[in-house]
């Protein structure tokens, strides 16, 4: 079976494992997709999906949404994945944007 090829496990279908083969399938062809859009721009680095989810957490976090509202977005259970995921560090006041600007 292709599964068993690729992941290198046994796979029995049950009701249990229905969604894990459903969210592997997902994951794969996503990360085709994003690979082969990365190459069709001629970026010479490689890239994912994981990549496009840090990227969009950081931007939102660049733009001035709460750290809370991007965990949620992600679905993260705790803040410090989320401060891993958008690169947080202590940049002090100078770093926050005014909104009179």
């Known amino acids: 079976m292709f599964l068993e090829s690729v992941l290198f496990i046994k796979f029995t279908p049950t009701i249990h494992n229905y969604n894990f083969l459903c969210c ?26 994981h990549n496009f989810r840090h990227s969009f957490a950081s931007h939102l976090l660049q733009d001035g949404y709460d750290i809370r509202t991007i965990q949620q977005l992600l679905e993260h259970k705790d803040i410090r994945k989320t401060m891993i995921c958008t690169h947080v560090m202590n940049k002090g006041a100078m770093a926050v944007r005014s909104p009179l600007r």
């Open 24 to 49: 592997i399938l997902i994951w794969f062809f996503c990360n085709l997709v994003a690979r082969k859009a990365v190459v069709e721009t001629g970026i010479t680095k490689l890239g994912s999906c």
